[in-house]
């Protein structure tokens, strides 16, 4: 594969192989690809992420968001927090 570089891209390259950072431009396109590569898996996972809570919307799992929900989370929250400092208080390990 033959790549072509633009001029801002090469100079960009050259300035990591100066530093020692990578050993020549077929490290720097590697590199790329590889970071390409992760951020499309990353992609895929949060589209499927999407996907599986849009699922279970469809199913009724979800909660409506609103300040007294939120403030009920978060009470619920504390409540259960309070509840696991009890019995550790209680029952050291």
């Known amino acids: ?3 072509q570089l633009t001029p801002d891209q090469r100079a960009f390259a050259r300035r990591a192989i100066e530093s020692g ?3 020549d431009e077929k490290g720097a396109v590697q590199e790329a690809l590889a970071l390409w590569e992760e951020r499309e898996r990353q992609r895929v996972a949060f589209l499927a992420t999407i996907d599986d809570a849009r699922a279970s919307l ?11 929900s939120m403030q009920q989370l978060a009470s619920e929250v504390k409540e259960r927090g309070r509840a696991r400092l009890i019995a550790e208080l209680v029952s050291p390990r």
Not at 58 to 68: P, V
């Open 1 to 3: 594969m033959d790549v």
């Open 21 to 23: 950072r990578l050993h």
């Open 58 to 68: 469809a199913r009724g799992e979800g909660r409506i968001i609103t300040q007294e």
